[in-house]
Each structure stands twice: as structure tokens, then as C-alpha cells.
């Protein structure tokens, strides 16, 4: 794999150039502990030492609300609508690069969600290395520290001005070349790539898992009766934040609304969750997952199991963002998934 | 078709050809494919109905598959908006359409064999596709057993059809409703008192059974009890189908898409998962 070695005063000009094509999102301090991806403008502070983007990338491939068809209502003849603005997400740590190859698998699998295809199609997703380690994070521990693909270039600081940058995609090099003549990483500056991702994976580590995260879906299968389900949930206030957060939760609602003539209209998807009382209720009100402990349940066995048996890899990056948001305190998929392992430790 | 264009949420126009009222809520609907080709639907699938302004649902197709003809049936209860809307259709109006979708019953496993068919209430309405596929190909069926359970006898629906079916020996049926009224002169009593009055011969026998949540334990119970085994027990689950392409997750039974894996599914498949039945 080519790496190539980029250095700090280089990028205002390259920003500059990629931001002219594309709308261009970096991290950057919102307020005391609270960092995003935004809109880069000339003069940005950049915060290369965000913990975690609260907001989750998934929003830009699969925005809170996307229009899917315009109807008439007097033909009734449908058209599909398609937005793919091309679009830079640069500085996507590694646990947001898995959720994204995950979201890819799920909405490409069968009959291929054109609408997020076309999205994810015109996205570059420039990978950064963490420098610092969210406290509520444990991505180091479910197989998330590293993305081996997903990204077209990946970043990494390993200097107070220099980075590497590893070529994910022919995409991603003519980018970097965009900023003139490229130069090839040294020995030295790789070595120094590999310290900078050791380092902070021993940070990472600090806090995680009992257990090896490839055995969560056995557990689970243990555990469906769980009293720890009935435990948290009591708790639960069915809000949905833990969903709408979450860097992997994809699940939506479809919903429509016409013009005040009654003529045009448009059928729109939005964010849904799981924790949401009505999710999973039907017509007469019957609902299949009436209570808390069901929702509750049910979230994070597609965390740990569901997802698993899909596609070989767990449902949770581990990125901490439910931790932060749940007003309840119970959503921590390390907290729930390392008591099962106590509670279960005799049957091991 | 454009396949640059191509998305699976672009429904097609269907136009409304006949409707009949089967009771005070459920109303059975004709529609006729705009593009000219039959729906290509097998028993036990779905569609995606959409009325424009007011929303998509999900609806069982209650007619047989047809290679002729380009219309369908469904059958829907008055019970929200979209139902709603549909009801205030009249013939001539269109509305999109989506599908079909999901999985159906096994009927090429059925040849030769004898098939139970258990409708509770509305189960009849998805039924009614593989019934009639059935009769239509009848000597390639053993014997035909059709129990149907209503709550009330002013909820029955397709009355005078399943009449005609037990006048006409092709196949036997069994009626039951649960509060009788001073008309009903029948079996009395849940679903389940019909099975032990159908000798049926265990290891030879299909069931197909579509109907409420609630029926579906007790029914698998009753034919365990009688010898019939898991995997010859196929069943229809009903759950919030929005998508019908297994993404948008309101369907899940565990890890189960309602709408790609079932709505059918072999009893077999789906015993370990605890939302199933």
C-alpha cells in the first residue's frame, strides 16, 4: 500500500481546492467536550484531538430525513429521487469507518438501497487515527480499532505538522495529488505511523471487554432471559437517543405529504428506533415488542447477535456515543455485555 | 425500464376494478396491473399498496396466481388511514403499487399430500391464494380439510364462497365462531375445538395456518399433539412491514426479516426464535 507523507502547511491549500468540488466536512470543537464533523470554511480550527464526533457519519449517507419517490397524485405516477451531493467526510475515525462498511453491507445486501448506493458512492471518507480516547469508548476491545478498508485515505499524525496518509483508493491519491507533487513516506515516518496507532490503542484498551468480543453472540444466546434486561430497561424512557447516535442503527420509517392542492407529493424516509414504543406495533394496535425490556432486549441482540450472524462482525463499533446520550444511563453495550459474561462466567 | 432510474421504492399504477363489501369492516378489493401483465405472485405473498398522500401498507394478495389475467385481490379491514383511504376508492381509481414481495407457501411440497388449511379471522384473506391454486390443480392434492374460526358470526367474511366450497366435495370444511349469536347454528368455541374433529392422517398431512397472534401456539400445539410434525406445519406471520426489501428493520422476528425471509415460514425455521410465535 502506498503511504505518503503530508504535511500541516499543505493542507489549507488542499482544502481549499477539494472544498471547491465537494462539500467538505472536518472536526471541530462545538463547545467543551462536544466535537463534530461541519462544513470546513477558510480559518477553521481543526480539533485533531476530537474524542468522538457526537453525531454519528452515518447522517451523511443515510441523512435523518431523505426524500425517496415524488408522486402525483391524480396519475399516480412515481418517479424516484436521487440526492448524491460529492461530499469529503475527512477525519473519520476508524470505529466510524467499520460502521460505515457495516451500513454498506446491510443497505447493499439483496435488492440495493439505490438511494443510499448512490450516497455512499459519492462520499470520500478520509480516516484519522484518534489521538484521544473517549472515556465512554471501548472500540479497542470489539474488533473496531482498525478499519481495513472503507476509507480512501487514511490519516495519521505523527508529528506537531506531519502525517502519513495511506492510499485507500485511486480516488483518494488523485485528491492528495491535487495539492501538487506527492511524497512518499520514509521508513522512518511509517514506523513513526505505527508508534502514533500503537499508542493509542493502549489508551483505548484501557477499558473493554471480559471476554473475547467474537463469543458476544454465544453469550447472547445465552442470555435471552436475562434478569439484566428487565434491570435496565425499567429505567428505559423509550427516547431513541441511544438509536439516533448509534453509527451502525439504520432502521427508518416511511412517510409521505402532499402539496396543499393535493396534486405533487413526496414519500420520505426518516431515522426510526427501535426503543420507540410504536416501533414495531401494527394496525389494530397490536404491538410485538410492547414492553421496554423487549425493545431494550431486542436492540442490543442486533448489537451482539443479529448483525453477527450476518455479516461476521458485531453490531457495536464500540464508539461510546449511546453511553453519552442515554439520559437513563443504561445504554452502555460494555456495561450489559460484561455483566452477561459475569452472570453467565459459571457455565464458561 | 430505465435502469439508471431504477429504485425499489417507485411504485407502479394499478387501477381499482371492483370492490364488495364482505362485512361491516372488510371490503374486497379487484385491481388491474396499468403495465398489462399479471402480478406473477405465489401463494402466500404481499404488496406494498400505496394511496398517495395518505401512505403504504402492506396487504396479503388473496387471489390465486393467474398467468392471464393482470388483476388481483386483496381483502382489508377498515382500521387506519391507509385502509381508510382504500375504502373511499372507487372502481377506476389507481393507487402505486409495490411487489409482490416475501415468501409462500410450498405448494409443489403439498402435491400428493393431504393439506390442512387454518383460518383465523382475516387469515382466511391470504388463505384464499393457495386454496384456490390448490383446487384449481385438485387431483394433485390429497384430501383438502378447510377450518375457519371467526370471533362472531357478523364477521364473517367470504360466506357464501365457503359455503360453496363445502357443498362442492372437493373439499371438507369446519366452522367454528367464538360467541355465537341467535343465528348461528354451528360449532361453537376457539379454533383449536375444530382439530380433533378432523380425522387426519399425521404423517402424510400439510398444515397451512394464517391468522391472529394469539392463535397461531395453540393451533401448532393441537397439531403436534395429533403427530403432525414441525416441518410439515407452514405458517404466515404478520408483522410492520414498511420497506418489504429487509432494511428498514420494523419487521424483524429476532434476526428474521418478516418481509424477505417470511411472511411464510416452516414451523421448523422459526421454533427457536423467541418473537415468532
Known amino acids: ?348 | 425500464m430505465n435502469t439508471k432510474l431504477f429504485s425499489p421504492y417507485v411504485p407502479r399504477p394499478v387501477t381499482l376494478v371492483e370492490k364488495t363489501q364482505l362485512s361491516d369492516f372488510v371490503t374486497r378489493f379487484t385491481f388491474e396491473q396499468d403495465n398489462g401483465k399479471p402480478l406473477a405472485h405465489k401463494p402466500g405473498q404481499f404488496v406494498n399498496l400505496s394511496v398517495y398522500g395518505i401512505g403504504e401498507a402492506p396487504f396479503s394478495i388473496s387471489s390465486p396466481p393467474r398467468r392471464t389475467h393482470n388483476t388481483f385481490e386483496i381483502a382489508v379491514r377498515r382500521i387506519g388511514a391507509v385502509t381508510g383511504a382504500l375504502h373511499a376508492l372507487e372502481p377506476g381509481a389507481k393507487v402505486g403499487l409495490r411487489g409482490p414481495y416475501g415468501s409462500s407457501f410450498p405448494v409443489m411440497k403439498f402435491v400428493g399430500k393431504d393439506v390442512l388449511i387454518v383460518a383465523g379471522g382475516l387469515g382466511y384473506i391470504p388463505l384464499r391464494s393457495l386454496l384456490f391454486y390448490q383446487l384449481r390443480h385438485r387431483d394433485e392434492f390429497g384430501r383438502m380439510v378447510l377450518m375457519v374460526g371467526t370471533r362472531e358470526p357478523k364477521e364473517r367474511i367470504f360466506v357464501d364462497e365457503i359455503a360453496d366450497l363445502a357443498k362442492s366435495g372437493d373439499i371438507e370444511v369446519l366452522e367454528t365462531v367464538d360467541m355465537p349469536d341467535d343465528t348461528w347454528k354451528g360449532n361453537v368455541g376457539v379454533i383449536t375445538t375444530l382439530l380433533p374433529k378432523a380425522e387426519l392422517d399425521p404423517g402424510n398431512t400439510f398444515v397451512a395456518m394464517v391468522g391472529p397472534p394469539i392463535m397461531y401456539r395453540f393451533v401448532i400445539a393441537e397439531c403436534r399433539k395429533k403427530g403432525i410434525a414441525s416441518d410439515q406445519i407452514f405458517v404466515s406471520l404478520e408483522r410492520k412491514m414498511k420497506c418489504g426489501l429487509g432494511k428498514c428493520g420494523h419487521c424483524q422476528i429476532n434476526e428474521l426479516n418478516t418481509c424477505i425471509d417470511g411472511p411464510v415460514f416452516c414451523y421448523t425455521d422459526i421454533e427457536a426464535y423467541q418473537e415468532a410465535i
Open chain 1, 1 to 348: 500500500m502506498t503511504t505518503y507523507t503530508v504535511y500541516k502547511e499543505q493542507l489549507p491549500g488542499l482544502f481549499e481546492k477539494w472544498s471547491q468540488q465537494h462539500a467538505l466536512h472536518v472536526p471541530a470543537k462545538l463547545r467543551e467536550g462536544f466535537y463534530d464533523l461541519v462544513p470546513w470554511k477558510k480559518g477553521l480550527e481543526i480539533a485533531w484531538d476530537f474524542d468522538v464526533a457526537y453525531n454519528s457519519p452515518k447522517r451523511f449517507l443515510l441523512p435523518p430525513r431523505e426524500t425517496l419517490i415524488t408522486f402525483n397524485l391524480k396519475t399516480c405516477e412515481a418517479a424516484p429521487v436521487f440526492e448524491a451531493p460529492p461530499q469529503i467526510l475527512f477525519g473519520v475515525h476508524p470505529y466510524d469507518v467499520k460502521a460505515i462498511n457495516q451500513l454498506d453491507q446491510l443497505l447493499e445486501s439483496g435488492a440495493p438501497d439505490q438511494n443510499y448506493v448512490r450516497r455512499r458512492a459519492a462520499t470520500v471518507i478520509m480516516a484519522f487515527e484518534p489521538l484521544t480516547v473517549s472515556p465512554a469508548a471501548f472500540w479497542a476491545t470489539v474488533g473496531a480499532a482498525t478499519a481495513a478498508h472503507g476509507y480512501d485515505l487514511y490519516w495519521t499524525k505523527i508529528g506537531p505538522a506531519a502525517f502519513t496518509v495511506e492510499v485507500g483508493s485511486v480516488r483518494g491519491e488523485e485528491l492528495l495529488a491535487m495539492g501538487g507533487p506527492l511524497l512518499l513516506s520514509t521508513a522512518g515516518d511509517k514506523e513513526g505511523a505505527r508508534r502514533a496507532k500503537a499508542r493509542i490503542l493502549f489508551k483505548a484498551r484501557r477499558s473493554g471487554l471480559r471476554y473475547n468480543w467474537e463469543e458476544t453472540p454465544r453469550l447472547l444466546a445465552k442470555c435471552w432471559d436475562s434478569p439484566l434486561w428487565r434491570r435496565y430497561s425499567q429505567m428505559c424512557l423509550a427516547c431513541g437517543s441511544c438509536n439516533l447516535v448509534c453509527p451502525t442503527c439504520y432502521c427508518f420509517d416511511i412517510r409521505e405529504e402532499a402539496d396543499d392542492l393535493l396534486e405533487e407529493g413526496i414519500r420520505y424516509r426518516e431515522w426510526d428506533g427501535c426503543m420507540l414504543e410504536s416501533f414495531a406495533k401494527v394496525a389494530g394496535n397490536h404491538n410485538f415488542r410492547p414492553k421496554a425490556q423487549d425493545r431494550y432486549r431486542h436492540r442490543y441482540f442486533r448489537k451482539g447477535k443479529y448483525i453477527y450472524d450476518k455479516i461476521g462482525e458485531l453490531g457495536c463499533v464500540g464508539c461510546g456515543r449511546c453511553v453519552r446520550a442515554c439520559t437513563a444511563g443504561i445504554a452502555n453495550p460494555l456495561k450489559v455485555f460484561n455483566e452477561l459474561w459475569e452472570e453467565t462466567v459459571h457455565e464458561h
